[in-house]
């Protein structure tokens, strides 16, 4: 079972990513899955979750209205589109597969991780 997270990079702040997580070995179509970062220093912080059918989201107040999270089920993927970047938003992102169908913010909540993916953004 792996998540392989693909997209990041460098930008400039202001530019957009989209951050990809592909799941092999395993569907995860039945369950919830999430996006969390880790900046340098700093522990990691939740950023966003999908339900199972992809029908919920919720996000971190610090990237409501600019982050999307999405998930396509038929290609076992989940997305995190990423506009107006801020420095701060410099971390590493992964992917995760929650233990139920839900949207889940802890990360105690997660049973599988993917390797993880840099985005940095300058300013």
């Known amino acids: 079972v792996q998540l392989q997270a693909s997209g990041g990079g460098l930008v400039q702040a202001g530019d957009s990513l989209r951050l990809s997580c592909t799941a092999s070995?395993?569907?995860?179509?039945?369950?919830?899955m999430g996006w969390f970062r880790q900046a340098p220093g700093k522990e990691r912080e939740f950023v966003a979750a999908?339900?199972?059918?992809?029908?919920?989201?919720y996000y971190a107040d610090s990237v409501k209205g600019r982050f999307t999270i999405s998930r396509d089920n038929a290609k076992n993927t989940l997305y995190l589109q990423m506009n107006r970047l801020k420095s701060e938003d410099t971390a590493v992102y992964y992917c995760?597969?929650?233990?139920?169908?839900?949207?889940?913010?802890?990360?105690?909540?997660?049973?599988?991780w993917g390797q993880g993916t840099q985005v940095t953004v300058s300013s």
């Open positions: 999908i339900s199972w059918s992809g029908g919920s989201t």
């Open positions: 070995g395993r569907t995860f179509s039945s369950y919830g």
């Open positions: 995760a597969v929650a233990k139920d169908i839900g949207m889940r913010v802890a990360d105690r909540a997660y049973s599988t």
